[in-house]
């Protein structure tokens, strides 16, 4: 399988703890999205890296949660000391950058399957 | 600011045609993306426009004008398998992200 995969595929944890998703993109893809998405709603952009660098955070990003992609393959979003609200679909989407060549398949987002985190 | 929308909720025939609006008011666009969700699965593309005009493919045509910050997604003889929620997005010029509507939940009766 050469899409986007997500680890774990669900999460139940208590409130307070700490945890961390690991996403793997599409190995020539170099920027990588992660998105929330609550019931009812559309997803939401939480960060994205382009290679290793993270260029932009949202203000959903609390202090709490935490993204890397050390080199540039892989990337980990942990949450610290987990809420309720933290409660969500979190998704993870990997691309080329614009003004690569090949159209719109060239830059579409391509997602993962999601990790269902619960907070109880 | 960004803002889109959606209808929430829309129901059709099987077999019928079924158009799906999305206005948007975004500070910069690089294209409007129609993706299919089904409950508890991840987004799958259907859909780009990035020129006004009409984009078609299959039973499934998207329709954007830049000037009226309209698109629309229009599907053609339903099937049942076509109930899911459809997300319209709108893609930022210097990140690509995508900046999404709530959704609109299309079930499709027999």
């Known amino acids: 399988d050469t899409g986007v995969s997500q680890d774990p595929r669900h999460k139940i944890t208590k409130r307070g703890q700490n945890v961390t998703f690991r996403c793997d993109p599409i190995s020539e893809h170099n920027r990588l999205y992660w998105y929330r998405q609550t019931l009812g709603q559309g997803p939401e952009f939480l960060t994205y890296?382009?290679?290793?660098?993270?260029?932009?955070k949202s203000r959903l990003l609390s202090d709490r949660f935490s993204a890397e992609r050390p080199k540039g393959s892989f990337s980990t979003l942990e949450i610290q000391r987990t809420e309720q609200g933290d409660s969500a679909m979190y998704l993870c989407?990997?691309?080329?950058?614009?003004?690569?060549?090949?159209?719109?398949?060239?830059?579409?987002?391509?997602f993962g399957p999601g990790t269902r985190l619960t907070v109880t | 600011g960004q803002n889109i929308d959606q209808p929430t909720e829309m129901t059709a025939t099987e077999g019928a045609i079924v158009q799906i609006n999305c206005t948007y008011q975004t500070s910069g666009f690089n294209g409007l993306f129609w993706y299919q969700q089904h409950a508890g699965e991840a987004p799958t593309f259907l859909s780009y426009n990035v020129l006004d005009g009409l984009e078609e493919k299959g039973r499934f045509s998207s329709f954007l004008s830049r000037s009226k910050g309209y698109s629309y997604l229009l599907l053609k003889e339903l099937q049942m398998k076509d109930s899911a929620s459809y997300l319209c997005a709108v893609r930022e010029v210097a990140t690509d992200k995508l900046i999404f509507g709530t959704g609109t939940r299309l079930q499709v009766f027999p």
């Open positions: 890296f382009q290679n290793e660098a993270q260029l932009e």
């Open positions: 989407a990997s691309s080329h950058s614009a003004g690569s060549s090949g159209g719109v398949n060239s830059y579409e987002q391509y």
